[in-house]
């Protein structure tokens, strides 16, 4: 190789790799903006998580949820404790396919499931017929619950109402 080959190679490698740490840094920041979004969920939550069947309360009792930015803002953890429920889960968004995902594991079960923002709220789709919703009320609690569609009509089959912890 001679001497301007070698520029040449040289400095095609130093572009590619300025390219290759841009799109890393540029996709780390859509990550960090998006997580973002989700920022009213992040804190020490305590209060009543309330089960429904028919629109009827089945079961009540304490909830507490541990919510957390990791990993320099790219990932979110929940600890979910209450009466009926301990579950761990790992919120993050992939740019490639401008999707969030939420990753929940309990004594039972894991799953990963797709999520979005929409209306200030997080929504995440564990099928057609099968919601939760993540939301800030107007009087700052962090209220979830989660959606089962039946015969057309959306019913609450649980709801978690929680204020930051002392």
């Given at each position: 190789?001679?001497?301007?080959?070698?520029?040449?190679?040289?400095?095609?490698?130093?572009?590619?790799?300025?390219s290759?740490?841009?799109?890393?840094?540029?996709?780390?920041?859509?990550?960090?903006?998006?997580?973002?979004?989700?920022?009213?969920?992040?804190?020490?939550?305590?209060?009543?998580s309330?089960?429904?069947?028919?629109?009827?309360?089945?079961?009540?009792?304490?909830?507490?949820?541990?919510?957390?930015?990791?990993?320099?803002?790219?990932?979110?953890?929940?600890?979910?404790?209450?009466?009926?429920?301990?579950?761990?889960?790992?919120?993050?968004?992939?740019?490639?396919?401008?999707?969030?995902?939420?990753?929940?594991?309990?004594?039972?079960?894991?799953?990963?499931?797709?999520?979005?923002?929409?209306?200030?709220?997080?929504?995440?789709?564990?099928?057609?017929?099968y919601?939760?919703?993540?939301?800030?009320?107007?009087?700052?609690?962090?209220?979830?619950?989660?959606?089962?569609?039946?015969?057309?009509?959306?019913?609450?089959?649980?709801?978690?109402?929680?204020?930051?912890?002392?």
């Amino acid at each position: 190789m001679n001497h301007w080959n070698a520029i040449i190679f040289k400095t095609g490698l130093t572009m590619l790799f300025i390219s290759c740490l841009f799109n890393n840094l540029s996709g780390q920041n859509i990550k960090k903006e998006k997580m973002a979004e989700l920022s009213f969920m992040i804190g020490d939550w305590i209060g009543t998580s309330t089960s429904y069947s028919d629109g009827s309360i089945t079961q009540q009792g304490p909830a507490f949820e541990k919510i957390a930015y990791k990993l320099d803002g790219e990932l979110i953890t929940v600890d979910l404790h209450s009466t009926s429920l301990q579950l761990h889960t790992v919120i993050y968004y992939e740019p490639q396919d401008e999707t969030y995902y939420y990753c929940s594991f309990s004594k039972r079960r894991a799953g990963k499931f797709r999520g979005e923002v929409k209306d200030g709220k997080f929504w995440v789709w564990f099928s057609d017929t099968y919601r939760l919703v993540f939301q800030q009320t107007p009087e700052g609690e962090f209220m979830e619950y989660g959606e089962t569609l039946k015969d057309g009509k959306w019913s609450k089959s649980f709801k978690d109402v929680l204020t930051k912890a002392p």
